[in-house]
């Protein structure tokens, strides 16, 4: 499977960003999608997953701000990111691993996307 993110940008704090990430190269089925962060001088952590048939996982640092969703006929995962704070800054990154049940550690993954930068201004 082939990642590729967009959807970055540079916002102010209390602002809103929405990535999405497209799949390709092979089937989206029974893949678990989920989107890491990495910030400056932080290893790489899980902020979102979402598997096949729609159960979700979010970090606590993000749960009542990010929804992650995905449209399986597009092969694209999603995540729409409010209420953005200077401690969201970071390098995205979507990931992919063929799993019915969700997994949130980096090393889970085979299938990275390229990574996009946020960056909230406070």
């Known amino acids: 499977v082939q990642l590729q993110a967009f959807g970055g940008g540079l916002v102010q704090a209390g602002g809103f960003l929405r990535l999405s990430c497209a799949a390709s190269?092979?089937?989206?089925?029974?893949?678990?999608m989920s989107w890491f962060r990495q910030g400056p001088g932080k290893g790489r952590e899980i902020v979102a997953a979402?598997?096949?048939?729609?159960?979700?996982y979010y970090t606590d640092s993000v749960k009542g701000r990010f929804t992650i969703s995905r449209d399986n006929a597009k092969n694209t995962v999603y995540l729409q990111m409010n209420s953005l704070k200077p401690e969201d800054t970071a390098v995205y990154y979507c990931?992919?691993?063929?799993?019915?049940?969700?997994?949130?550690?980096?090393?889970?993954?085979?299938?990275w996307g390229q990574g996009t930068q946020v960056t909230v201004s406070s």
């Open positions: 990931a992919a691993t063929r799993t019915l049940t969700i997994v949130t550690a980096v090393n889970r993954y085979d299938n």
């Open positions: 190269g092979r089937t989206f089925s029974n893949y678990v």
């Open positions: 979402i598997s096949w048939s729609g159960y979700t």
